[in-house]
């Protein structure tokens, strides 16, 4: 789909209004075939404004798969998904450099993260050091073989999957790791009125073959500059600072928050408002990213599990200590 911007992105109301109604369209579609899903399907799109990341934790035949393939097609960006298993080496997501007989030279044959949307699925299935060739691409944009560096195409988004259960031949993802995702997804399953259509819906085709695209990845990258636009005040981003420190002196948290969480609080808030329609934040933008930005950054103490406590629980409880700034 061509865009009237190309990149330009200055922001104006004109333009603004025909973002956003492009960003709305593209959840329109992929809640076409995530049945159900309205508030996972909008959370995922704050994470690619926000030009971050998404860590989807869930059981297997949930739509993690579709949900990725969807998106990807209702934005026109290209798609890739590797299968993470313990022999999955690092030169098959970052590439690797071949000799060139005829030419003698050395040649780059680029891996599966060279695309815009990539599924990484079941990252704990696979070892900590190809889990950390993904570090440098969600970070920096770009991969280092053998002393080059090569760029990744922008927009550049990562969907990673593992499942809660099954822990068996499973390598948990490292902090540093965990901390590039700028939110934590659970879609969870359908109701039983939503299951009866997702099953009615596919007796003769797919869903997901109907996607149509309805934004470019120029788009996409317009979109990410208007965000980084929105006015957020400084009461806000105290109040952000205040969330993520509370984290950090909770008796039941044994490792808070880091200041990558109160970035990935700002950019979150003000990728919520333009969803909106805003072009300014509020305490309401904050609260409804809070908990899926929050919840894989801190590890809570032995003592939770007896007493059956959740991440979101003790985030909630953390988060009701705070007082926020007058709306």
Known sequence: METT?????????????????????VCEQVGRVILGKN?????LMLAMLAGGHVLIEDVPGVGKTSLAVALSRATSLSYNRIQFTPDVMPSDVVGFTMYQ?????????????MCNV????????????????LLEAMEEYRVSVDGTSHELPRPFFVMATQNP??????????EAQLDRFILKLRLGYPSIADEVRIIADRRTSEPVDA?????????????????????????????????????????????????????????LSQAHA????????????????FLPAMRHRIHLKPKCRVEQLTEDDVLTQAFQRVKPPIR
């Open 5 to 25: 911007m190309g990149t330009q992105a200055e922001y104006s109301d004109a333009h603004h209004d025909e973002y956003l109604r492009r960003a709305r369209a």
């Open 39 to 43: 508030r996972s399907v909008r959370l």
């Open 101 to 113: 007989q005829d030419t003698h030279s050395f040649l780059y044959k680029p891996g599966m993260v």
């Open 118 to 133: 990539l599924l990484a699925d079941e990252i704990n299935r696979t070892s900590s050091k190809t889990q950390s060739s």
């Open 165 to 174: 259960l099954g822990f068996i031949g499973t390598m948990p993802l490292p």
């Open 211 to 267: 996607v149509e695209p309805v934004a470019s990845g120029e788009d996409i990258l317009a979109m990410q500059k208007i965000v980084q636009s929105i006015h957020i005040s400084e009461e806000l981003l105290t109040y952000i600072v205040q969330l993520v420190a509370e984290t950090r002196g909770d008796d039941k948290i044994e490792l808070g928050a880091s200041p990558r969480a109160s970035l990935a609080l700002m950019k």
């Open 274 to 289: 333009f969803l909106s329609g805003r072009d300014f934040a509020t305490v309401d933008d904050i609260i409804e990213v």
